[in-house]
Structure formats: C-alpha cells, structure tokens
C-alpha cells in the first residue's frame, strides 16, 4: 500500500507530503505472463490479481495451469523462460512443467538479470510510470488501479511488443 515515489516540481522549500493509510503489510500482488508469437511477432499479456495475498508456488503453478497452458491447445509447442525465483523452483510449479513436457520447453534467466526479462519491462512502466505517486485509500482502490493499468497494457500490442524490444535478449 505504500506508493513508489519520485520527485516532483515542487517549489524550492515546499516539499508535498503523501498521507499514507495503509496497514502493515497490506499488498495486491500480480502474476503476468507476456507472450510474443515467434511466426507472426504478435504480443498477448495474462495475468492474474491477488489481493492480500503472496503469489507462492501453488497459485504461480495454477496460473500456469489455469491461464497460460491452457492457451496453447492444438500441441503447438511453448517456451517458457522465467527467472529463478522459489516459486518458479517448487514443487506444484514442477508438476505442472512436467505435465507439459515435451511440448513445453522451460529455460531459466541467469540469477538476477531483469534487463532480460519482458515482464520486468512491464512492471516498471505499471509502477514507475502509471502508478508512481499513487495513493490508494484501501485494498479494493489499489487492485481496481492495478487491473486498470495492467488491463491498459493487455488491450495494446504495440507497448507489449515494446517491452520484449526493451529487454536485452534477441526475441
């Protein structure tokens, strides 16, 4: 609930103060999956809201299964790079890759590398661009803001495209 904050054009001596009611430890967290058609170039975004809660291994695992496996009917196959956080490691998240082997192909970002991975690039125009500053008064304004902006990059392919062109790996 804490905004991510950047300096303003404030008056020299007239710092703004952001009021912040939050409670401890209060969050939306969000799962995204950026695809990028490698035969037409074409970008498409899913995602997933959590309020209050943290994303772990069961539902990074469902989202796999539920939202972004699901697409792909038709056996075309899928690659699949992530980076190497616990969730993308544990045990339901492996369950779900194996069900999908062979024509699911995983490979892993090196250990801290987010100039190579698309979805960081999404993140930080979500929060640094569109949210930055933002204060919400609870929970429920703070996941109608994130869903509107996520939803905002969802609806347009040419940002989308922008994010793979951003990251660092030839796409």
Known sequence: ???????SLAPAGQ????????????K??????LFRCVRTGRARLVHETF??????????????????LRLRRGGRPLVLVHD????HRGE????????????????????YAPELNPVEQLWTWAKGDQLVNFVPDDLGQLAAATEHVVGLAERDPRRLNS????????W
């Not at 939306?28 to 999956?33: E, L, N």
């Open 163 to 170: 994010f793979f062109d951003a990251s660092e790996l030839p």
């Open 15 to 26: 710092t703004p103060t952001i009021r912040v009611r939050a409670k401890h430890r209060q």
């Open 92 to 111: 339901w998240t492996q369950d779900v890759l194996d069900d999908f082997y062979p024509r699911l192909e995983v490979f892993r970002f090196p250990g």
């Open 28 to 33: 939306v967290s969000v799962v995204a999956a």
């Open 1 to 7: 609930m804490a905004p991510l904050t950047r300096s």
């Open 84 to 87: 190497g956080a616990p969730l």
């Open 51 to 68: 309020v209050d809660r943290y994303v772990d291994d069961f539902l990074y695992a469902q989202f796999l299964r539920e939202r972004v």
